[in-house]
């Protein structure tokens, strides 16, 4: 099966511009994750949906940070206006429930993002 | 809440040595627990998970972890390592679920010379 994909792989803007990464799951899966990857650090969720519903959105800097999942399919992240910190790699995963009832992540290659 | 502990930033070793990355977690659920590795410039590729059962869990190119929940312990081993098995490597921890979200630790850099 294909994987999940992201574009732009890179991208570099200054402080105060705006930047738009999409995100394409693999068909058939219903729940869409974004996560911060900072230098040194582990992922961190941004937001969560399921379908086309914003299931935690709680660490979501929602001043500068949006996103949207429209049709439940492709979603887009939207940083605007960017500040130094948002430096990171944008990870984009899909999951499907196991029958165990867990959520098991697939994720696409990552944006990684320059502020300068 | 539910938070995951690696226990070493960096692990280097020699090439078909034995390696042990260290991952605790603390959560007030059942768990789902995972091992992702990620090599440079690349996403997240699943090794292995715990979803129940057996508490040895057997991943692909050749690793296994163990959980421990009296310990409330993950950690990942492999008998011998090779060259491309250099690569940062994440514990994550879920609730036991669908809505719970993957925390992840904050990642050992697997660095095998030769």
């Known amino acids: 099966e294909a994987g999940v994909a992201q574009s732009p792989r890179y991208k570099i803007i200054e402080k105060r511009q705006s930047v738009a990464f999409w995100c394409n799951p693999i068909s058939g899966h219903a729940t869409l994750y974004w996560y911060q990857q900072i230098l040194g650090q582990g992922p961190k969720l941004l937001i969560q949906f399921q379908n086309n519903g914003v299931v935690d959105d709680s660490q979501l800097p929602k001043d500068r940070f949006s996103a949207e999942r429209l049709k439940g399919v492709d979603s887009t992240l939207k940083i605007q206006p960017a500040k130094l910190e948002d430096s990171a790699v944008y990870l984009c995963?899909?999951?499907?429930?196991?029958?165990?009832?867990?959520?098991?992540?697939?994720f696409g290659a990552g944006s990684r993002l320059t502020v300068l | 809440a539910q938070s995951v502990t690696q226990l070493d930033s960096q692990v280097p070793v020699f090439e078909e040595a034995p390696v042990e990355l260290r991952c605790n977690y603390s959560?007030?659920?059942?768990?789902?627990l995972f091992w992702y590795v990620q090599y440079p410039n690349q996403g997240l590729q699943l090794l292995l998970k715990?979803?129940?059962?057996?508490?040895l869990v057997k991943g692909i190119n050749g690793f296994e972890a163990e959980f421990n929940k009296s310990q409330t312990s993950f950690h990942l081993r492999k008998p011998s390592v090779h060259i491309s098995d250099t690569a940062e490597y994440f514990c994550?921890?879920?609730?036991?679920?669908?809505?719970?979200?993957?925390?992840f630790g904050k990642g050992t850099l697997l660095t095998v010379n030769p």
């Open positions: 995963a899909s999951s499907a429930r196991q029958l165990s009832g867990a959520n098991v992540l697939t």
């Open positions: 994550a921890v879920s609730g036991a679920g669908s809505n719970y979200k993957l925390t």
């Open positions: 959560s007030s659920v059942s768990v789902y």
């Open positions: 715990y979803l129940s059962g057996s508490t």
